[in-house]
């Protein structure tokens, strides 16, 4: 991915060319999608190698009360293996926490310190640990508790090889991540403009069948929002864009 897509660098960003593995550890099926899908279908393109890590299976998630709870996680895990696909990303993992009740305790710590272990990605991205009282929706308490327990999973458990004795994740070599990129984050923010994956993330939206009442009006507000995030990031008019507090975790 040529650089020039990235602005506003602080000098903290790492350059894609020099990222072999991305690990995504969010909340719900299509968190990652709304989020970070047009970055990440960059990083593909580049030949980055990219995971996902869900915390739940989104079982509370739609709007349709026919539907069994386990029948919805069942459909959301099809969802989102499907809508990773669209932006070059076959690597799905499912931790099966239950969507509505994640806390950032040690277990789920664990849980996304074994992945880590897994994977041995340079870059994670993961949601915002604290709440931003300037966004209701973006602060949904799984959100806050997934962005928490990993950025504890990262630094310190990862990379302690004394964590977790006896636990599967002791019996995996320890990993210590360089980057954690926060979408939407607060402070200086890098924007990645992804106007020409813009096709390929409303796509990976769209895989999300469960969760639309109203697809064609969620499309036009997600692009306006989108095409904000360019406008605030300095990008040319008509321009779309996706926005990270990058953190340093070295």
Same mark, same amino acid.
């Given at each position: 991915?040529?650089?020039?897509?990235?602005?506003?660098?602080?000098?903290?960003?790492?350059?894609?060319?020099?990222?072999?593995?991305?690990?995504?550890?969010?909340?719900?099926? $299509?968190?990652?999608?709304?989020?970070?899908?047009?970055?990440?279908?960059?990083?593909?393109?580049?030949?980055?190698?990219?995971?996902?890590?869900?915390?739940?299976?989104?079982?509370?998630?739609?709007?349709? &009360?026919?539907?069994?709870?386990?029948?919805?996680?069942?459909?959301?895990?099809?969802?989102?293996?499907?809508?990773?696909?669209?932006?070059?990303?076959?690597?799905?993992?499912?931790?099966?926490?239950?969507?509505? +009740?994640?806390?950032?305790?040690?277990?789920?710590? &664990?849980?996304?310190?074994?992945?880590?272990?897994?994977?041995?990605?340079?870059?994670?991205?993961?949601?915002?640990?604290?709440?931003?009282?300037?966004?209701?929706?973006?602060?949904?308490?799984?959100?806050?508790?997934?962005?928490?327990?990993?950025? +504890?999973?990262?630094?310190?458990?990862?990379?302690?090889?004394?964590?977790?004795?006896?636990?599967?994740?002791?019996?995996?070599?320890? #990993?210590?991540?360089?980057?954690? #990129?926060?979408?939407?984050?607060?402070?200086?923010?890098?924007?990645?403009?992804?106007?020409?994956?813009?096709?390929?993330?409303? $796509?990976?939206?769209?895989?999300?069948? +469960?969760?639309?009442?109203?697809?064609?009006?969620?499309?036009?507000?997600?692009?306006? #929002? #989108?095409?904000?995030?360019?406008?605030?990031?300095?990008?040319?008019?008509?321009?779309?864009?996706?926005?990270?507090?990058?953190?340093?975790?070295?």
């Amino acid at each position: 991915m040529p650089e020039s897509l990235v602005s506003r660098l602080t000098g903290v960003m790492l350059e894609f060319s020099k990222i072999d593995r991305v690990l995504a550890v969010m909340a719900h099926p $299509d968190d990652v999608d709304f989020s970070a899908a047009g970055t990440i279908a960059h990083l593909t393109d580049a030949g980055v190698e990219v995971s996902y890590c869900m915390v739940t299976d989104g079982q509370a998630g739609g709007f349709d &009360h026919s539907i069994p709870r386990t029948d919805m996680a069942m459909i959301r895990r099809r969802e989102q293996t499907e809508a990773a696909a669209e932006v070059g990303v076959t690597d799905v993992r499912f931790l099966g926490h239950m969507d509505g +009740s994640v806390v950032a305790d040690l277990q789920l710590r &664990h849980d996304i310190s074994v992945v880590i272990r897994q994977v041995r990605p340079q870059v994670v991205i993961t949601q915002m640990p604290v709440r931003n009282l300037d966004s209701t929706y973006g602060s949904h308490p799984d959100h806050i508790a997934t962005g928490e327990a990993t950025m +504890s999973a990262v630094y310190p458990d990862a990379r302690n090889p004394f964590a977790f004795t006896g636990q599967p994740a002791a019996e995996i070599e320890d #990993w210590s991540v360089d980057e954690v #990129w926060i979408p939407f984050g607060t402070g200086d923010a890098e924007v990645v403009d992804i106007t020409t994956q813009l096709d390929r993330k409303i $796509d990976a939206l769209m895989r999300h069948k +469960s969760q639309h009442r109203d697809p064609e009006g969620m499309e036009e507000r997600v692009r306006t #929002w #989108w095409q904000s995030i360019a406008t605030e990031g300095g990008l040319p008019e008509g321009s779309s864009a996706e926005s990270f507090r990058v953190v340093d975790t070295r």
